[in-house]
């Protein structure tokens, strides 16, 4: 299957791409050179991406942001997977669906990352979408605010408690670390209070969470 989808994303996107290993070759995970995702997809690129994510799980495609793509560029990429649904920070009253709506624009995580450091950081044009999860520690941050550790602090899947789970999580990434830390990881853990997570969690998952780089580091 990973030999289809190779040629399958040489036939869409031209002979210039190349693919390597995230890890390597008996692992999942691919990055893909030479493939523009910032302008819409014909129906046999979209095809290509979409096997590309099936045969190896997660997928980088470098150099999208020099591409020129934008969040709402990505909104449109992700329709080929199927209808971006509201992320549950965007909702009020998630877990009541009789109840749950759409947070007006002033509590939703974009307003409060604007006004952090106004006229200094702006989430980019598109980040107001429901659809939209701002990875972001800025929330509660200001001039004047203690920093504080606000966002991924625990580890997590995304939105697989849903009877329906997600099929596709997609990143727009900016910034990331370049070195890994005095511990050998790339973020360090926070300090949680005892009881942080579920205290009917097993203990061996209870230490999983724990141990970085095991857990893959989802915080």
């Known amino acids: 299957m990973s030999h ?25 995970g691919r990055r893909i050179h030479g493939v523009d995702l910032s302008q819409p997809l014909s129906d046999d690129q979209a095809s290509a991406v979409i096997g590309a994510l099936d045969a190896w799980r997660v997928v980088s495609f470098p150099d999208q942001i020099e591409r020129g793509m934008t969040v709402s560029g990505l ?26 709506r759409l947070k007006v624009h002033a509590e939703r995580p974009v307003t409060q990352v604007n006004s952090a450091f106004p ?26 605010a203690k920093p504080v550790v606000s966002g ?20 727009l990434v900016h910034h990331v670390p370049a070195n890994r830390n005095e511990h050998g990881t790339w973020v360090t853990n926070p300090p949680r209070e005892p009881g942080f997570y579920h205290p009917d969690s097993p203990a061996l998952l209870a230490q999983r969470r724990e141990a970085l780089p095991l857990n893959g580091e989802t915080a």
Do not use: K
Request: charged residues 20%; contains cysteine; hydrophobic residues 40%.
């Open 4 to 28: 289809d989808s190779r040629g399958s994303l040489r036939a869409a996107f031209g002979a210039d791409v190349s693919i390597e290993p995230l890890a390597s070759d008996d692992r999942m």
């Open 75 to 100: 909104e449109r990429l992700a329709n080929h997977f199927g209808a971006p649904i509201p992320h549950p920070s965007n909702i009020d009253n998630y877990l009541d669906a009789a109840a749950a």
């Open 119 to 144: 006229d200094h950081v702006a989430c980019l044009p598109g980040g107001d979408s429901a659809a939209v999860y701002l990875v972001t520690n800025l929330i509660g941050s200001g001039p004047h």
């Open 152 to 171: 991924g602090q625990h580890w997590h899947t995304d939105i697989e408690f849903e009877p329906v789970p997600l099929s596709t999580s997609m990143f």
